[in-house]
Nanobody
Framework: QVQLVESGGGWVQPGGSLRLSCAAS????????MGWYRQAPGKQRELVAR???????NYADTVKCRFTISRANATNTVYLQMTSLKPEDTAVYYC????????????WGQGTQVTVSS
């Protein structure tokens, strides 16, 4: 059974930082592209960052230079370090895993709430 379990969300003031974690189980972690998506109220879910199985990364323009995605293959964990947070970063953040060859094989976590406000 595949599980993606996010943690690390919460409330933070503008300009603050948070680190999200996603622990994966039930998959061969190294052959999956791991990503973070977010969904704000009334908006569509959008890509935040991805860490591909070949080591490359890509980011949404809105978070470049503020967020960093990383992965620890030894512990099957992907992280999202978020700095200089803005109120518009408020959303539910979801962890995502996509098989590197079978793109239809997709898994999602349950989401973790991030709220940025003063």
């Amino acid at each position: 059974q595949v599980q993606l379990v996010e943690s690390g969300g919460g409330w933070v003031q503008p300009g603050g930082s948070l680190r999200l974690s996603c622990a994966a189980s039930g998959i061969i972690f190294t052959i999956y592209t791991m990503g973070w998506y977010r969904q704000a109220p009334g908006k569509q879910r959008e890509l935040v960052a991805r860490f591909h199985s070949d080591g490359t990364t890509n980011y949404a323009d809105t978070v470049k230079c503020r967020f960093t995605i990383s992965r620890a293959n030894a512990t099957n964990t992907v992280y999202l370090q978020m700095t200089s947070l803005k109120p518009e970063d408020t959303a539910v953040y979801y962890c995502n895993a996509v098989h590197y060859r079978r793109s239809q094989e997709v898994y999602w976590g349950q989401g973790t709430q991030v709220t940025v406000s003063s």
